[in-house]
């Protein structure tokens, strides 16, 4: 069915404004701008007449990608440990965290001591996933001594733990998600890790302590699944994350602190099963699945390598339009989120990004070495400090967008070769979160390439 084109006849400033004026100008105006023009990017232009037009009928591509090859984790934000089970879309998710231990004090004289009883509290606040539903966990001794300069990945499963159970605590609910409220979970550790806890701290300094311990690994005890708990590491003054020991000492009782601080070397790890979901079959790197077989929903998922794709296959034929060259004054990429997967207990990606892609699907990178993110309007497209995010922190929210007006210029003078981006969480190394996102095949709220363009002589 044709459509209405708006078409707005600017002739004298099409030929004798800059472009920073054009700008100017459909920004005054875009509000009555929002129908669809008669035009189809995938095929030749209908309309001959010089102004400001819009369209939002390019042709968009989606597949939802497995790319997990490449998601860093060392050094996290934070610790996080849990699993959850989200059946209708991504399935199960294991999250386990690996950290070495440092003294708050060292150089201390444990000989004579007797363990009492020992604890590790994880101090937190974020949590993700099903708050009502209790689960256990369970605590390991690192047995492979972690370095900061591994680029240890989300997928890293060469890391190696004592079997035998260190610690541990069942029936766990985690508070709900209330940023800036904290809660602790206390996991109770036995007599005998404890006691060779303080053997290998006994009179040792920091560097000699890591040296011969190699530090804690927390996971969901028998693959249990509630919610992801998302732990800071610990603070000044040893009374948040940390791990104490209590023991007397010729009858008289005292304790030792062992703290779980940022920048000592660690990373999470990320397990999943994604058996009867819509994407069961992405399984390896580079599997893909085509959003008509996933009823035209695409998925993004952090932490696990789930990403959507988003081609733009006739984009250039925008480049010239009867001849005429044409300047964007603004393009949008409007990516809904399916409303029905937007629930409390499974809140969308809080921030994404666009990567670019190679023409074998891996991640293209800028000539500096960094990843190549579609740049802010406004900056070159070669840059990598100024990427184009889009965020949705509550429920509520509906859609993310993204101003990609240089990236689409930048496409159509021929100054940047595309083979595509990828929508990607970006922040994998301590979250899960995931998003289900409506296809550019939709029944109703597509994702979408909004353009408003001038043809100028």
């Known amino acids: 069915m044709k ?30 701008c929002k129908k669809e023009g008669d035009f189809n990017i995938s095929g030749k232009p209908q309309d001959s007449g010089i102004g400001i037009q819009f369209t939002d009928t390019c042709t968009l591509l989606n597949n939802t990608f497995l790319i997990n090859d490449s998601l860093v984790s060392t050094g996290p934000p934070y610790l996080s440990f849990g699993g959850y089970n989200d059946a209708s879309f ?21 000989s004579g001591t007797v363990v009492d009883s020992a604890n590790l509290y ?20 690192i047995t492979t001594q972690l370095d900061n300069s591994i680029p240890y990945q ?7 733990y004592n079997p035998a159970v260190a610690g541990e605590v069942s029936g766990v609910v985690a508070r709900p998600y209330n940023f800036g409220n904290h809660s602790t979970i206390r996991i109770p550790l036995t ?21 011969n311990f190699y530090g804690v690994m927390i996971k969901p005890k028998s693959a249990s699944t509630g919610s992801v708990i998302v732990s800071d590491y610990s603070a000044s003054g040893a009374t948040r994350t940390r791990l104490t020991v209590y023991f007397k000492r010729s009858g008289k009782a005292d304790s030792t602190v062992f703290m779980l601080s940022g920048g000592n070397p660690a990373f ?5 099963d994604r058996s009867g979901t819509p994407i069961a079959s992405l399984i390896r790197n580079g599997d893909s699945i085509n959003e008509s077989i996933t009823n035209n929903k695409c998925f993004i998922q952090a932490g696990t390598g789930v990403v959507t794709k988003v081609r733009i296959p006739y984009l250039k034929n925008l480049a010239t339009v009867d001849g005429e060259s044409v300047i964007i004054n603004k393009a949008t990429l409007i990516v809904p989120i399916d409303e029905s997967s937007n629930i409390p207990t499974f809140r969308q990606v809080s921030a994404i990004g666009l990567l670019e892609l190679n023409k074998d699907n891996t991640y293209k990178y800028r000539a500096n070495g960094s990843l190549a993110f579609v740049q802010n ?81």
């Open 191 to 211: 007599n005998a890790f404890a006691s060779t806890l303080l053997l290998q701290a006994d009179d040792r300094g920091n560097t000699d302590f890591q040296s």
């Open 268 to 272: 999470n790890r990320m397990i999943t």
């Open 122 to 141: 994880m101090y937190y606040a974020r949590t993700y996933g099903d708050t009502l539903s209790a689960q256990d966990f369970e605590v390991h001794q």
């Open 377 to 457: 309007n406004g900056f070159p497209q070669t840059g990598t400090t100024n990427a184009v995010t889009s965020g949705s922190t509550l429920v509520t929210d509906v859609s993310y967008s993204f101003d990609i007006t240089s990236y689409v210029q930048s496409v159509l003078t021929g100054n940047v070769v595309t083979d595509g981006f990828i929508i990607v969480p970006l922040s994998n190394k301590s979250f899960s979160n995931r998003a289900v996102l409506n296809s550019s095949n939709a029944s109703a709220k597509r994702m979408r390439l909004e353009i408003y363009y001038t043809k100028v002589k």
């Open 154 to 160: 989300t997928t890293s499963n060469f890391v190696t």
């Open 90 to 110: 991504t399935g199960k998710t294991l999250v386990e965290t690996y950290c070495t231990l440092s003294l708050y004090t060292g150089n201390v004289d444990y």
């Open 3 to 32: 459509r209405n084109i708006i078409i707005f006849t600017i002739n004298w400033w099409a030929k004798r404004s800059s472009p920073a004026f054009l700008l100017t100008f459909i920004s005054l105006i875009s509000i009555s």
